[in-house]
């Protein structure tokens, strides 16, 4: 296995590769396949073309209202299809000026350097370059100016907080909009302008808090095991990953969903709160407390979970907005569905599926760690700042960035096949509350009718959009 990957290594860094084109190009065709995908979805959007609820959930909904609350979810539906066309392609033109080098000669004229025609960057913040120069490698130059860059872990750190800190000013407006047009226009959003400024700093800062020393360790361990251990690369990188995936569970319900929302217990006199103590009975669900979120803070959408350690005490969490919209009997029912995910151990299911899929991801990504040649078509030389010192020909952060954004096809095809996986758990979950009993059955079907109708989900999907966007079943 080892002299397999050596062998493919070494036939990786093939000069005569432009990994420049191929990476350029694999963007364009994943935008182009998610662009055909979503096309795919609009026609089911269209009032000319579906102007009608589908004869076949008629019965589930009432005859006064059914056809002014399909009429609503076409039209939120397809405002959000809308919005998120525009910001795909957005984000397209974004990656392709990070990586191709069609801002280099703006740079040459703006910074001009001394040659002629202009083909030189010489601006005092980025690196001297020729026209092969990408943005890419002019936000690591700067980083490597930026105090606090002392070595590659650390300019690391920095030139991600960079791109962290662009990240975050590019999808604020979006953000905004989405908030304070989209979802406001369709009678969603209840959250106030200090809330979404207050919740944009504070993901701003918990991103960096938690991604900086996740990157510090993945870079580190590569420098530790060496290049050529590939294998070991993996390893070691999947049981670091799998060791803050089990620090998180515990952490994210009491330190950091907090930031966010207010957690109050249950009131005891609640109709639901004797509901859920006997479901909990019956199933052996070694239930801690029960949570009210106050998801009505930021939008009238509504959800319920649980949250805890495997084999240890586990807590429920309600929203307010699914309290307020539902009968305690459709709340028991869902979250008999929610305990079917902790009878069925779905959480330990989803979480081998995802080190499946880092640790094929890493192995992948490993072979490209010391391959100078797709370093070099993105500007990146043995000569630029805290470069190669690990034998990894380049920065390591660039090179992963950089096999990550070659294989995004991958991205595409475990997306497909991490949905099938979720959308089978949320069926056999729905399975479990059935057998419970007929009565749970019955609203179970009310209460996911109920949700689909006050959050105006949409009614009609295309199997293939589903498929690739949908991780939960439609109706």
């Not at 990957?5 to 070494?10: G, H």
């Amino acid at each position: 296995m080892t002299a397999v990957l050596k062998e493919l290594q070494w036939r990786l860094q093939d000069p005569r590769i432009d990994y420049q084109t191929i990476i350029v190009g694999v963007s364009l065709a994943v935008a182009a396949f998610e662009g055909y995908v979503g096309s795919r979805q609009k026609p089911y959007l269209l009032e000319s073309e579906h102007p009608t609820l589908p004869a076949s959930l008629e019965p589930y909904l009432p005859a006064e209202t059914r056809q002014e609350t399909y009429k609503k979810s076409q039209a939120y539906a397809l405002a959000k299809h809308q919005y998120s066309t525009v910001v795909g392609k957005l984000e397209l033109v974004q990656s392709f000026l990070l990586l191709s080098c069609v801002l280099a000669p703006v740079f040459a004229w703006v910074f001009p350097g001394t040659g002629s025609p202009p083909s030189f960057v010489s601006a005092p913040w980025f690196g001297r370059g020729h026209n092969d120069w990408t943005l890419l490698r002019g936000a690591w130059d700067l980083a490597a100016k930026l105090p606090g860059a002392k070595g590659e872990i650390s300019t690391s750190l920095v030139f991600v907080a960079i791109l962290t800190v662009v990240g975050t000013l590019l999808s604020l407006p979006q953000s905004y909009y989405k908030n304070f047009v989209l979802e406001e226009e369709h009678g969603f959003n209840k959250m106030t302008r200090s809330t979404f400024f207050s919740d944009a700093a504070k993901g701003f800062v918990l991103s960096l808090v938690l991604e900086l020393p996740l990157l510090a360790g993945v870079i580190w361990i590569i420098h530790w095991v060496g290049t050529d251990g590939v294998l070991r690369i993996v390893a070691w990188i999947m049981a670091f990953i799998f060791s803050i995936q089990i620090i998180m569970i515990p952490l994210y319900p009491y330190v950091i969903a907090p930031l966010f929302n207010k957690y109050t217990p249950l009131d005891e006199n609640h109709a639901v709160f004797p509901k859920v103590k006997a479901l909990a009975t019956r199933l052996n669900f070694p239930l801690g407390r029960v949570w009210v979120m106050d998801g009505s803070k930021r939008s009238s959408h509504s959800n319920a979970y649980f949250f805890g350690l495997p084999y240890l005490t586990k807590h429920i969490v309600i929203y307010d907005t699914l309290l307020e919209k539902s009968t305690p009997e459709e709340v028991e029912a869902i979250l008999a569905h929610e305990l079917g995910h902790w009878a069925g151990k779905h959480v330990l299911v989803l979480l081998l599926t995802s080190l499946i899929q880092t640790g094929f991801s890493l192995l992948i990504f490993s072979l490209f760690l010391s391959n100078p040649v797709l370093l070099s078509s993105f500007g990146f030389t043995s000569s630029t700042p805290f470069s190669g010192s690990h034998g990894t020909g380049g920065p390591t952060i660039i090179a992963l960035f950089l096999a990550s954004a070659l294989f995004s096809p991958l991205s595409a095809v475990l997306q497909f096949t991490t949905n099938t996986v979720t959308r089978a758990l949320e069926y056999q979950a729905d399975r479990f509350a059935h057998v419970l009993g007929p009565e749970y059955a019955k609203n179970l079907k009310g209460a996911l009718v109920g949700i689909h109708e006050k959050n105006l989900a949409v009614y009609g999907v295309d199997p293939v959009y589903s498929a690739y966007n949908n991780n939960h079943p439609t109706l």
